[in-house]
């Protein structure tokens, strides 16, 4: 049924009703009087505000070649199917209507950090997303996707941080960025830490958790017992995935049998660690199904059986390291996650896998042993060896699930009150004081030199107490840390009058995510957008696409 009818109600055959006025019209032979009295009548319930979803991620010129658009045209002749530049025109208009009122939500974060990742399409156009994450008035998290701009120039630091800035200062948004959140590329470490200026002395480059964590686990995976096992284990889900259809079918009956899940077997990329646990444990959990057909010598050749089955020892071993790494796992999904993973989970989510996971066991194998001295290794050289205070750190700090920083030394807790309190007094000291005092402490001091030295005098004097922030402080550590599932924004937003200051800095830290996630799964949609059928579309209606799928939640708030 045509869309038309969502503003008519039929009150008998050939008769509809306007439902905003309650005219009526005859529809026996045409339904274009219905269609000019909305778009006359009513046209602001006719705006593009649904067109990102008719549109679907399709290119304009697909809705034109589909044969059924063809075959509507020829049986109804005056049905007017609109071309390409119809949709072009209305999606301009609403990209601007979307960036508008995009922009002026922006303008209600005083701190921003961004995410950034490089992709390359079909065509081999070469992209770069920029995601900005900010915390509004009322202490919601907010993420949009700026732009996702093709990259002509070479990726080099240089390139790349132009790239950024450029876009960041079109959406006016480049002094108000307090962190980049990137992977571990060379380039990008260069392209944040030799082009940024960092405010308060605190490094504006923040590696993602995600991908720092990959690294960690990629050096596991690499000890020769583990890579040894993966590669049989591969071999094994080889065998039934893709060499023998045969074993396939019988994998399936296999499990009926044994009363197990009728899962796929799951193959390793060497791109994602967590499709090696995800194939191990896929294993485990089908391992008489797996037996039971490389048992059977109607099915699996001796040769065949002898390479793929495991020993009971392989077994263990693989049940150990699910263990080992399924707290990686959750890590990785948790920080993840859209709505409230921030940067201050990281630090206290290394400590937890280093604490209560990797802690050596009276019974562990050797080989289990060593397993776990690597992470152990990995975990505390790429997280934890920098002694200067970071975001992550002052982050940990400004959560109240975390605030007693219970796994912190006491001279790095120390440290990271000590950043604040110069933040401060920076902010203090730049902050221009336009109010009555302060204009009457100014010209005592050019035009009354006695009063304004006494003024001065008596300034320094109470600064020899507590500081603001001071005060601030204990009275926040004297707060019950909240638990973990609660949200630390909403505690914020309640708490926000007893600690100004404090609350300022959280909702500058707050907004870091942990992970550039954001940004990488706009390639999934840029994917989408710009498949086999649509590789020639044009870097900008790329942008525009993309832009509107990501950003559609705004779409529904125009006016």
């Given at each position: 049924?045509?869309?038309?009818?969502?503003?008519?109600?039929?009150?008998?055959?050939?008769?509809?009703?306007?439902?905003?006025?309650?005219?009526?019209?005859?529809?026996?032979?045409?339904?274009?009087?219905?269609?000019?009295?909305?778009?006359?009548?009513?046209?602001?319930?006719?705006?593009?505000?649904?067109?990102?979803?008719?549109?679907?991620?399709?290119?304009?010129?697909?809705?034109?070649?589909?044969?059924?658009?063809?075959?509507?045209?020829?049986?109804?002749?005056?049905?007017?199917?609109?071309?390409?530049?119809?949709?072009?025109?209305?999606?301009?208009?609403?990209?601007?209507?979307?960036?508008?009122?995009?922009?002026?939500?922006?303008?209600?974060?005083?701190?921003?950090?961004?995410?950034?990742?490089?992709?390359?399409?079909?065509?081999?156009?070469?992209?770069?997303?920029?995601?900005?994450?900010?915390?509004?008035?009322?202490?919601?998290?907010?993420?949009?996707?700026?732009?996702?701009?093709?990259?002509?120039?070479?990726?080099?630091?240089?390139?790349?941080?132009?790239?950024?800035?450029?876009?960041?200062?079109?959406?006016?948004?480049?002094?108000?960025?307090?962190?980049?959140?990137?992977?571990?590329?060379?380039?990008?470490?260069?392209?944040?830490?030799?082009?940024?200026?960092?405010?308060?002395?605190?490094?504006?480059?923040?590696?993602?958790?995600?991908?720092?964590?990959?690294?960690?686990?990629?050096?596991?995976?690499?000890?020769?017992?583990?890579?040894?096992?993966?590669?049989?284990?591969?071999?094994?889900?080889?065998?039934?995935?893709?060499?023998?259809?045969?074993?396939?079918?019988?994998?399936?009956?296999?499990?009926?049998?044994?009363?197990?899940?009728?899962?796929?077997?799951?193959?390793?990329?060497?791109?994602?660690?967590?499709?090696?646990?995800?194939?191990?444990?896929?294993?485990?959990?089908?391992?008489?199904?797996?037996?039971?057909?490389?048992?059977?010598?109607?099915?699996?050749?001796?040769?065949?059986?002898?390479?793929?089955?495991?020993?009971?020892?392989?077994?263990?071993?693989?049940?150990?390291?699910?263990?080992?790494?399924?707290?990686?796992?959750?890590?990785?999904?948790?920080?993840?996650?859209?709505?409230?993973?921030?940067?201050?989970?990281?630090?206290?989510?290394?400590?937890?896998?280093?604490?209560?996971?990797?802690?050596?066991?009276?019974?562990?194998?050797?080989?289990?042993?060593?397993?776990?001295?690597?992470?152990?290794?990995?975990?505390?050289?790429?997280?934890?060896?920098?002694?200067?205070?970071?975001?992550?750190?002052?982050?940990?700090?400004?959560?109240?699930?975390?605030?007693?920083?219970?796994?912190?030394?006491?001279?790095?807790?120390?440290?990271?009150?000590?950043?604040?309190?110069?933040?401060?007094?920076?902010?203090?000291?730049?902050?221009?004081?336009?109010?009555?005092?302060?204009?009457?402490?100014?010209?005592?001091?050019?035009?009354?030199?006695?009063?304004?030295?006494?003024?001065?005098?008596?300034?320094?004097?109470?600064?020899?107490?507590?500081?603001?922030?001071?005060?601030?402080?204990?009275?926040?550590?004297?707060?019950?840390?909240?638990?973990?599932?609660?949200?630390?924004?909403?505690?914020?937003?309640?708490?926000?009058?007893?600690?100004?200051?404090?609350?300022?800095?959280?909702?500058?830290?707050?907004?870091?995510?942990?992970?550039?996630?954001?940004?990488?799964?706009?390639?999934?949609?840029?994917?989408?957008?710009?498949?086999?059928?649509?590789?020639c579309l044009s870097p900008e209606t790329a942008n525009l696409l993309i832009f509107l799928y990501q950003n559609r939640d705004m779409i529904e708030k125009l006016d």
């Amino acid at each position: 049924m045509s869309s038309l009818w969502n503003h008519y109600i039929r009150i008998s055959s050939g008769v509809a009703q306007c439902k905003y006025c309650k005219i009526q019209y005859n529809t026996k032979k045409t339904t274009s009087s219905l269609r000019y009295h909305i778009k006359n009548k009513h046209p602001e319930k006719c705006q593009p505000t649904t067109l990102i979803g008719e549109i679907d991620s399709d290119s304009q010129s697909e809705a034109e070649n589909d044969p059924s658009t063809q075959e509507n045209s020829n049986k109804r002749p005056r049905l007017s199917i609109p071309r390409k530049e119809y949709y072009s025109h209305r999606l301009y208009g609403l990209y601007d209507a979307v960036r508008n009122k995009l922009l002026s939500s922006l303008n209600q974060f005083p701190y921003v950090s961004i995410t950034t990742d490089g992709w390359s399409s079909r065509a081999n156009n070469s992209f770069v997303t920029i995601t900005v994450h900010g915390i509004d008035d009322q202490w919601n998290l907010s993420s949009f996707t700026l732009d996702t701009l093709e990259m002509l120039e070479s990726h080099n630091a240089t390139n790349t941080y132009n790239h950024l800035a450029k876009t960041l200062n079109d959406w006016n948004l480049y002094d108000k960025v307090i962190a980049v959140v990137h992977d571990n590329a060379r380039y990008m470490v260069a392209t944040v830490r030799d082009n940024w200026e960092a405010d308060d002395d605190i490094e504006i480059s923040v590696r993602c958790f995600c991908h720092t964590l990959q690294c960690a686990v990629e050096t596991a995976l690499k000890e020769c017992n583990l890579k040894d096992c993966l590669q049989r284990v591969s071999a094994i889900v080889g065998h039934f995935n893709k060499h023998s259809n045969k074993a396939s079918t019988a994998l399936e009956n296999a499990q009926k049998k044994h009363h197990l899940p009728t899962h796929r077997l799951i193959s390793h990329s060497p791109t994602r660690w967590n499709s090696a646990y995800d194939m191990v444990e896929r294993l485990v959990e089908q391992r008489k199904a797996v037996e039971c057909v490389l048992l059977d010598k109607e099915i699996t050749t001796k040769k065949m059986m002898k390479k793929l089955l495991l020993n009971e020892s392989d077994w263990t071993y693989l049940r150990d390291v699910i263990k080992i790494f399924k707290p990686f796992e959750v890590a990785t999904r948790l920080m993840s996650s859209e709505s409230q993973s921030t940067l201050s989970m990281v630090r206290p989510t290394v400590y937890s896998l280093l604490k209560k996971f990797l802690l050596q066991q009276d019974d562990d194998s050797e080989n289990i042993s060593l397993l776990k001295e690597i992470l152990e290794k990995e975990l505390t050289t790429r997280f934890l060896t920098n002694t200067n205070v970071t975001c992550c750190a002052i982050a940990s700090y400004l959560n109240p699930r975390y605030k007693d920083l219970a796994d912190e030394e006491e001279s790095y807790r120390d440290k990271i009150k000590e950043k604040l309190k110069e933040m401060r007094e920076r902010i203090t000291v730049n902050e221009p004081d336009l109010s009555k005092n302060q204009r009457e402490r100014d010209l005592d001091y050019l035009f009354d030199p006695v009063r304004g030295l006494s003024g001065n005098l008596q300034r320094m004097a109470s600064l020899e107490g507590q500081s603001a922030i001071e005060k601030e402080m204990i009275k926040y550590e004297r707060e019950p840390t909240i638990p973990k599932s609660d949200n630390p924004l909403l505690w914020w937003n309640s708490k926000r009058n007893k600690f100004p200051i404090l609350a300022n800095f959280a909702r500058k830290f707050l907004c870091i995510p942990p992970s550039s996630t954001l940004s990488e799964r706009v390639f999934s949609t840029a994917g989408n957008i710009i498949s086999a059928k649509r590789s020639c579309l044009s870097p900008e209606t790329a942008n525009l696409l993309i832009f509107l799928y990501q950003n559609r939640d705004m779409i529904e708030k125009l006016d």
